[in-house]
């Protein structure tokens, strides 16, 4: 009996503290000059351990459902304790009964100033500042989190996003760049805020339509996968209508693009002349991909 309770509370255990995320993190310092200080490699290894380990959500994740990320932090110059970087940060998403994993999250965070001590701990508060180490990260993962649900289920990110949203707000309290209106809008408080707005519903939309309706029938039925896909176009103009060139929808299509010149290009012939069209009007920034749409 004292064994099956200890091989419950063990499974018990294994479920609770189940983490969310398969992420490599990987620290770039060639631009400092010095990249093979040790201190770059101890930030690699507890970055990866921090993001790894927390447990972001309430919810259990078996280890087969874990997110697949990344986050690749470019390092330009250290000073003692200051460190000015970017970092980019990727996710994929799994498509339904195939081996291919989904392009969903694609930012390049160019304002990634921090200060960090070797060992230092790394703790994550979801409703108090601890540090813009520790707040971009978080930030990132909440993002990956809240694209990779509103993916299987309409809206079904948005907790996410409000979690991303208290972040940036607690952060605003420091000088770090990327959290205010005012620094431009390409920062995190205006990826966050577009995320939110009822302006940006429409892509929020296709996200959803484009992997569950669209990518996860595709292997059953190509056509009908793919001319779903094609439809989604036509909710992202509704978005192109109110906020033409908007920055959302550049992230979309920073993750995007190439899987469509892919989907459009492949598989069973549908009328793909129309979709080129729309593409061109919403997401001129890769004009020369759609050249490459054959039709």
Excluded at 67 to 76: A, D, Q, S, Y
Excluded at 126 to 153: K, W
Excluded at 246 to 268: Q, T, Y
Aim: charged residues 20%.
């Amino acid at each position: 009996m004292r064994k099956l309770f200890l091989l419950f509370a063990l499974l018990a255990s294994s479920i609770s503290f189940s983490q969310e995320l398969n992420c490599t993190v990987n620290v770039i310092a060639q631009q400092t000059g010095n990249e093979n200080d040790i201190i770059f490699k101890t930030l690699e290894k507890q970055l990866t351990e921090f993001v790894n380990n927390t447990k972001w959500t309430n919810n259990s994740f078996e280890a087969h459902e874990r997110i697949n990320c990344g986050m690749v932090i470019n390092v330009r110059e250290n000073n003692n304790d200051a460190f000015s970087a970017s970092i980019q940060v990727s996710s994929s998403r799994p498509i339904f009964n195939s081996t291919y994993s989904s392009p969903i999250y694609n930012y390049n965070d160019k304002d990634f100033n921090f200060q960090y001590l070797e060992f230092q701990n790394l703790v994550f508060n979801e409703s108090q500042f601890e540090s813009n180490l520790v707040s971009v990260l978080a930030f990132h993962v909440y993002m990956i989190l809240g694209m990779d649900a509103d993916s299987f289920e309409l809206n079904g990110g948005s907790d996410y996003f409000k979690q991303a949203q208290t972040i940036a707000n607690y952060s605003q309290q420091l000088s770090g760049q990327g959290w205010k209106l005012e620094d431009g809008l390409q920062s995190r408080f205006a990826l966050i805020d577009n995320i939110m707005s009822p302006s940006y519903k429409s892509i929020r939309t296709a996200v959803y339509m484009y992997h569950r309706e669209g990518l996860d029938i595709m292997n059953d039925n190509q056509k009908d996968g793919k001319t779903k896909i094609i439809s989604v176009f036509d909710e992202l103009k509704k978005v192109h209508s109110v906020r033409p060139n908007s920055f959302l929808m550049r992230v979309f299509f920073d993750a995007k693009a190439d899987e469509i010149l892919d989907i459009l290009n492949g598989g069973p012939k549908v009328n793909v002349a129309d979709a080129k069209d729309i593409l061109n009007k919403i997401a001129p920034m890769y004009s020369q991909k759609w050249r490459n749409i054959k039709y």
